[in-house]
Structures are given as C-alpha cells and as structure tokens.
C-alpha cells in the first residue's frame, strides 16, 4: 500500500538557500494533503495543509504546491534554517475518511 | 499548549508477552488514533477510535491488537502475543473532531511516541 511516497530519503541544503520536499501519491481521490514536522524523540508535528481544490498554500516561510495532474506536491521552506532540520511527512487523506496516510519521510538537514 | 502524553516512552518485551502502550489524548479532543512507524519505513495508520469505538481500522490491526479508553482519560492499545515484527514507534494522535474539515486544516496533535522493542 504506497499510495503516498517520498522518494528522497535526505536532502542537504545551505543555510538560506531554498528547501523543495517533494511527495508523489496514487490516489487520485485524496482531498487533502499535509505536511509534518518531526524531530527525534518527539512524535510529528504539523506544518501545513492544502486542499484539493487549491494549487498553492503559503504560510510564511512554508509553501507547498499541488499538482493533480501529475499527482505530486512539494513543500519550499524560503530561506532555510538550521532549526529546520528535521524530518519532513507529506500526508493525504479523504474527506470523509479518518485515516490518513504517510509516506516515509524525507530527513532535511540544513547546514549553517 | 496542550499535549498528547504517550507512557512508557520505551518498552521491551519478550516475544509473546503482551504489551499495553498507554496514552493520554488532549482533553477535549474526541477523535484518537494510533500509528506506527517501523525504523526506517513510512508512518502506518493502525486505528482511528470515536465515541468508545473503533471507526476505521487497517489490516495491520488484526486479533492481536485491540484499544480501549477505559476511565474517559487513557486510551491504550493492547498487543496480545507480540512478535519481533512489531517492533516499531507507535504514535498515538488525537484531534477535536473530524468536522470542517478539522484533520485536514490543523492536523493530528501526536505524541511522543513510544519505542517498542521485541526481543
């Protein structure tokens, strides 16, 4: 059951400079996409979220972007700190489900 | 700000024996939830539980597991005989309701976790 993947397990980017996670997912029938923050020893947090019926949602230093054509969503962190570190899970689910699911996670690290 | 207390933050057990994960959800939340993460693999949805009863479970979530909120605080999960396989980070989620779109716009508020060996 994979219906959401991230295929990057890490990324390394500099202090500053752009951070684009990117998530791919199956199910064309997902209405809502998140993204959560985890760092070690703690459970994931979320960040942020974008509807189905939206293309863009910004928050900050967070974006993240949907494509339903190709299925894919990514999240920009602009500019990039170290305290971003962490490991990032895109997640989906239906509206009128109580589930959702995660793919794997990517581990960002930012370096100062 | 409020938390989602999750106890013991690790366990270890001998294969076979049962284990009870326990967790205490936000206090006005209605909606709990338990997940898993097996080291180094995707966050998994075990079970989603509303109103003193299971809503939606995954085919992860066999006769070996069960929940219950026993007293109107706890929410536990029971594995009855574990197996090596379950070793994994088992997270429990709670949020204040499914409606408006409540999950999608906030989140899950998660826990801790706890770590769960099997040896």
């Known amino acids: 059951d994979q219906q959401v993947k991230q295929n990057s397990p890490s990324l390394s980017v500099q202090e500053g400079r752009i951070s684009i996670l990117n998530c791919d997912y199956t199910?064309?029938?997902?209405?809502?996409f998140l993204w959560y923050k985890k760092y070690p020893a703690e459970g994931p947090t979320f960040l942020i979220s974008?509807?189905?019926?939206?293309d863009k949602n910004e928050d900050g230093r967070f974006t993240v972007f949907l494509n339903k054509s190709a299925k894919h969503l990514s999240l920009h962190i602009v500019p990039s700190q170290p305290g971003d570190s962490a490991v990032y899970f895109c997640?989906?689910?239906?509206?009128?489900?109580?589930?959702?699911?995660f793919g794997a996670g990517t581990r960002l690290t930012v370096k100062p | 700000e409020p938390e989602v207390t999750q106890t013991p933050s690790h366990q270890v057990t001998q294969m076979g024996q049962e284990v009870i994960l326990r967790c205490v959800p936000i206090?006005?939340?209605?909606?709990f939830y338990w997940y898993r993460q097996i080291l180094g693999q995707k966050v998994e949805f075990l079970v989603s539980?509303?109103?003193?009863?299971?809503?939606?479970k995954s085919e992860i979530f066999d006769d070996q597991f069960s929940v219950e909120r026993p007293d109107g605080s706890n929410f536990t999960l029971k594995i009855r005989s574990t197996k090596l396989e379950d070793s994994a980070m088992y997270f429990c989620?709670?949020?204040?309701?499914?409606?408006?779109?409540?999950?999608?716009?906030?989140?899950?508020?998660f826990g801790s976790g706890t770590r769960l060996t099997v040896v």
């Open positions: 997640a989906a689910s239906l509206y009128n489900n109580n589930d959702m699911r």
């Open positions: 199910n064309s029938m997902f209405d809502y």
């Open positions: 974008i509807s189905s019926i939206k």
């Open positions: 206090s006005n939340h209605l909606y």
């Open positions: 539980f509303y109103n003193n009863e299971i809503s939606e």
């Open positions: 989620a709670s949020i204040p309701s499914i409606t408006g779109g409540n999950a999608h716009n906030y989140g899950y508020t």
